[in-house]
T-cell receptor
Framework: EIVLTQSPGTLSVSPGERATLSCRAS???????LAWYQQKPGQAPRLLIY???SRATGIPDRFSGSGSGTDFSVTISRLEPEDFAVYFC?????????FGEGTKVEIK | EVQLVQSGAEMKKPGESLKISCKAS????????IGWVRQMPGKGLEWMGI????????IYSPSFEGQVTLSVDTSINTAYLQWSSLKGSDTAIYYC???????????????WSQGTLVTVSS
């Protein structure tokens, strides 16, 4: 199965700053089938990005996804207070679908 | 509005059985796959399996095959996740999810329920 490694484990950022989160796959992700989710404490995850770069319905345009092959990232252009959360990547190009361990974005 | 609403938190002892539920609304239940994702305390996410209510076709993650059973009741638009003999390592939050499916085993999850906390302890 494909192993996804997210980095950094924790990212300390000030509101208004830019944050870039990385997701590296142990082998190429077919068709760039890579999704990102946001999870706030005590809540279920929420889909942010699918197909590596397509925003899900209702997701603000300060969130952008990019990458291909084995290296993917999501960038939050200007962090809002509600963006401090844990972010997970998921590949769905190969069976079984797998998730990364998550990156926590915390207030600096 | 598409909604998935799960049954409440459960506290069980090792060896007991359990069936948790997920009621779907806002869409045609039999036309979309539905599945389950586990999140152990303080950990990441693990896909468990998906089921197609239209014909009960089921795909399990290799990690969960034989450990749990997925089922549906189309008369009440409800999906179920069942254990026959719980272990302490089954302690986790279980999320009901709706997959967006591209192929047999290619899917991401666009709708998530609120989760059910299952605690297994003697």
């Amino acid at each position: 199965e494909i192993v996804l490694t997210q980095s950094p484990g924790t990212l300390s950022v000030s509101p208004g700053e830019r944050a870039t989160l990385s997701c590296r796959a142990s082998q190429s992700v077919r068709s760039n089938y890579l999704a990102w989710y946001q999870q706030k404490p005590g809540q279920a995850p929420r889909l942010l990005i699918y197909g590596a770069s397509s925003r899900a319905t209702g997701i603000p345009d300060r969130f952008s996804g990019s990458g291909s092959g084995t290296d993917f990232s999501v960038t939050i252009s200007r962090l809002e207070p509600e963006d401090f959360a844990v972010y997970f990547c998921q590949q769905y190009g190969s069976s079984p679908v797998t998730f990364g361990e998550g990156t926590k974005v915390e207030i600096k | 509005e598409v909604q998935l609403v799960q049954s409440g938190a459960e506290m069980k002892k090792p060896g007991e059985s359990l069936k948790i539920s997920c009621k779907a609304s806002g869409y045609r239940f039999t036309a979309y796959w539905i599945g389950w994702v586990r999140q152990m305390p303080g950990k990441g996410l693990e896909w468990m399996g998906i089921i197609y209510p239209g014909d009960s076709d089921t795909i399990y993650s290799p990690s969960f095959e034989g450990q749990v059973t997925l089922s549906v009741d189309t008369s009440i638009n409800t999906a179920y996740l069942q254990w026959s003999s719980l272990k302490g390592s089954d302690t986790a939050i279980y999320y009901c999810v709706r997959p967006v499916k591209y192929a047999v085993s290619q899917f991401y999850f666009d709708v998530w329920s609120q989760g059910t906390l299952v605690t297994v302890s003697s």
